[in-house]
Each structure stands twice: as structure tokens, then as C-alpha cells.
């Protein structure tokens, strides 16, 4: 079975720094989140992507973050100017066209701030 | 926009017994329920889902209710194992928008 998956699987970085995380959706999937999970908390909803743009976006996704699909298979989440509270889980997310179809989780990303 | 409460925080069970997860929801547009189980370290996993339409679905050992008029849906673990010991989400969502989450429910199941 097809699965979403996203590099790297852990990312250190220093306070101030940028990163860029990366998911590949499933390939027929036209529908694609960043999720993201502080350690013991629920998961929150960055932002969506469809056909080619943001179609919506939560308040933590401030213009700190950017996501972009720079090619048929990428979908990556920029932090330009990483902080500490943004260290959490990240996972990606994507659905197909039809309504209602379950989301699929990547394995995550794991984001350390220091 | 929508808010979903979870409810217990934890929930501890002996091996063989049911457990019994709800949440709430207030958007009355919201027409989709899924339920993910987070093991330690790893993604959500869905296990089971249901849509408006419908008020009950059983997937082996896991079953989900609705009452829409209510706004609440539950989780029914029965016979549980040791296995089944997670974090589990309900979410809620309308057409393709994001998925909000509960704050997560704690089982564990003691041997």
C-alpha cells in the first residue's frame, strides 16, 4: 500500500536557523497538510495545500513558515527563522479528490530547537 | 471553527475488558470522524471512521457511534489486550478541510 513519507526523520538545529522538511504524498493525492504535534500534546493543523496554493491555514502558520511543492512529488514546510517553541513533531498529510477521504500520516519529522 | 473535547485524559482497563473514549464536537458541519491511535514515538494511525450518514460502525474488536444531534461520537474498544495500550485522537472535519483534533486519550490496558 502506498505511503506518505518525509525526510529527515530528525532535524537539530540551532535557534534563529531555517529548515526545510520534506513529504512526499501519496502520488494520486491532490489534497496535502502539515500537521504539527508538541511532545504530549494533540496535533494541530499548520496548513493545506491544493492546486498549487495554501487554501488554508491556521494561526500558528505565521510568516515564519511557507510551504511550497517544487516539483510533482515534493511538498516541503520552510521555517525561515526557527524558534524554540517550534520544536514538535511535524507530519504531512494528503488525501485523494474524493469527499471525505481518510487523511494519511507520514512518519513524521522530529524537530529539535536549541 | 470547530472544537473537539476529548474525554478521559486516561484510562486505564484490565486486559479483556472494554474501554469506552467521547468526544464532542460544535460545528454541526463537521460530517467526518476519524480516530487515530499514536503509539510512543510514532505517527497516527487511523483506525476507524465514520461519516454523518451513519451511526455506527463495528471493524472487529473497534466500534464508533454518532449522534449527530448531539454533536458526540464515541470510541468502543471491547476486549481489550495489551496491544491495544496507546494515545487515541478523535478528529473531526467537513469536506477536505483540516482535520481538528482532541487533546488525546491515554489507554492502558493491564495484563
Known amino acids: 500500500e502506498p505511503e506518505v513519507t518525509q525526510t529527515p526523520s530528525h532535524q537539530v538545529t540551532q535557534m534563529g536557523q531555517e529548515v526545510i522538511l520534506r513529504c512526499v504524498p501519496i502520488s494520486n493525492h491532490l489534497y496535502f497538510y502539515w500537521y504539527r504535534q508538541i511532545l504530549g500534546q494533540k496535533v494541530e493543523f499548520l496548513v493545506s495545500f491544493y492546486n498549487n496554493e495554501i487554501s488554508e491555514k491556521s494561526e500558528i502558520f505565521d510568516d515564519q513558515f511557507s510551504v511550497e511543492r517544487p516539483d510533482g512529488s515534493n511538498f516541503t514546510l520552510k521555517i525561515r527563522s526557527t524558534k524554540l517553541e517550534d520544536s514538535a513533531m511535524y507530519f504531512c498529510?494528503?488525501?485523494?479528490?474524493?469527499?471525505?477521504?481518510?487523511?494519511?500520516f507520514g512518519p513524521g519529522t522530529r524537530l529539535t530547537v536549541t | 471553527g470547530e472544537n473537539v473535547e476529548q474525554h478521559p485524559s486516561t484510562l486505564s482497563v484490565q486486559e479483556g475488558d472494554s474501554a469506552v473514549i467521547k468526544c464532542t464536537y460544535s460545528?454541526?458541519?463537521?460530517?467526518?470522524f476519524p480516530w487515530y491511535k499514536q503509539e510512543l514515538g510514532k505517527r497516527p494511525q487511523l483506525i476507524i471512521d465514520i461519516r454523518s450518514n451513519v451511526g455506527e460502525k463495528k471493524d472487529q474488536r473497534i466500534a464508533v457511534t454518532l449522534n449527530k444531534t448531539a454533536k458526540h461520537f464515541s470510541l468502543h474498544i471491547t476486549e481489550t489486550q495489551p496491544e491495544d495500550s496507546a494515545v487515541y485522537f478523535c478528529a473531526a472535519s467537513e469536506r477536505n478541510t483540516p482535520l481538528v483534533f482532541g487533546k488525546g486519550t491515554r489507554l492502558s490496558v493491564i495484563a
Open positions: 460545528d454541526s458541519a463537521s460530517n467526518y
Open positions: 498529510a494528503s488525501i485523494g479528490a474524493e469527499v471525505n477521504v481518510k487523511q494519511y
